[in-house]
């Protein structure tokens, strides 16, 4: 949706049960417009180190809803965030950002950075609004508004528009028993995003 989309990969055992795997499902269908939202977040601390936010490493727990008109989602999770993680995420991000988009503003004003993006990836055209705010050290917010419009193979045009908002809050350096890259969900459900 923004760029390179999270490999995540599911680092706890998979349940045959139809419980556990629906228990399980409403994280699994978060995490890739959380991730979004981080990889959004993490390209632009990149773009410019002096007017954007860059988030700390460490322990974060981020809290995400997701409204596509009429259906919001919320997921909790925590993230473990190293240097190395950033760094490597974002080098992948800003190129995608550069092949992809023929727009990419960014503005700062009143303490919130606001980045205006026209971009199409692979046949979904996507124009966003993502303004962010905090000090990124113990807190921050992301608010992503978007409209992303494409053809669907039955040559029917959609147009999706969607609201994120996430909110972050800085937990310590440790990650404790998860390693940089690792989220995990309010389920119990561990993931690896790079």
């Known amino acids: 949706m923004y760029g390179k989309m999270l490999r995540v990969r599911s680092r ?10 629906s228990m399980r499902r409403p994280f699994a269908l978060l995490v ?3 991730a979004s939202v981080l990889m959004v977040t993490i390209s632009l601390a990149y773009a410019d180190s002096t007017t954007l936010p860059q988030r700390k490493a460490g322990l974060w727990e981020l809290n995400t809803t997701m409204d596509e008109g009429g259906s919001s989602r919320d ?14 995420t974002v080098q992948a991000s800003l190129e995608d950002h550069r092949k992809a988009c023929t727009t990419y503003d ?8 606001t980045v ?15 303004k962010m705010s905090g000090d990124f050290q113990k807190t921050f917010e992301v608010k992503i508004e978007s409209t992303t419009s494409g053809v669907e193979g039955n040559a029917q045009t959609i147009v999706v528009k969607r609201v994120i908002t996430q909110n972050g809050k800085y937990l310590g350096e440790s990650c404790g028993d998860l390693k940089g890259g690792e989220a995990e969900g309010s389920d119990g459900t561990r993931m690896l995003v790079q």
């Open 106 to 113: 960014i503005k700062v004003a009143d303490g919130t950075t």
């Open 12 to 21: 706890t055992k998979i349940e045959k049960s139809s419980e556990d795997i």
């Open 32 to 34: 890739t417009p959380a």
């Open 75 to 88: 997921q909790s999770m925590k993230i473990c965030i190293d240097g190395d993680m950033e760094k490597n």
């Open 116 to 130: 205006d993006a026209d971009c199409l990836f692979s046949t979904r055209k996507v124009i966003s609004q993502t």
